[in-house]
């Protein structure tokens, strides 16, 4: 069974229609006027090794919103646009140069709700171990990948054959 063949039954097991909501995150803090979320979208890129791992960005310290925070690449959701799997692609087209199609679309996790007003809907996918990636330089300050079991913690740890 392939990583992206594990990923899609996990998905498949665990999906909510719901987004998650975290400790801290029942606060009803808004990024826009009307008091609704501001919907969003992120790439989960999963490496495709023996041992997975996750691509992440570190957001420079000069944005107004998120300054050096450790994020997955992606953006907004802008109205009118094609949906979540098009604005998280975009987004880390644009932030990290991921090109669409270095990624094996493997499903959605849950939504969640950020502290700062965001809706969130993960795109997971599988990349090629080693890929070069091209940070833009006004909005992130490095791309890294830690081990999935790192992401996951112990008792969630996914390896391939």
């Known amino acids: ?76 959701i ?13 987004g880390a087209r644009g932030e990290i140069g991921l090109q669409p199609d270095a990624v094996e679309l493997v499903g959605v996790a849950d939504r969640y709700r950020t502290i700062t007003g965001f809706e969130v809907q993960p795109v997971v996918g599988v990349i090629a171990p080693g890929l070069a990636f091209v940070p833009q330089p006004e909005e992130v300050a490095a791309v890294f990948e830690v081990p999935l079991g790192f992401v996951l913690g112990p008792a969630n740890h996914v390896e391939t054959s």
Do not use: K, N, W, Y
């Not at 998905?11 to 909501?21: F, K, R, S, Y």
């Not at 802008?78 to 975009?90: C, S, Y």
């Open 1 to 76: 069974m392939t990583l992206a063949d594990r990923l899609r039954a996990a998905l498949a097991a665990t999906h909510d229609e719901g987004p998650v909501l975290l400790s801290g995150d029942l606060r009803d803090i808004s990024a826009d006027s009307d008091g609704a979320p501001m919907p969003a979208a992120v790439v989960v890129a999963v490496t495709d090794r023996p041992s997975p791992g996750v691509i992440l960005t570190q957001r420079t310290d000069s944005l107004r919103r998120h300054a050096g925070q450790i994020a997955f690449p992606g953006g907004r």
């Open 78 to 90: 802008d109205p009118g646009a094609a949906g979540a799997t098009a604005a998280a692609l975009r």
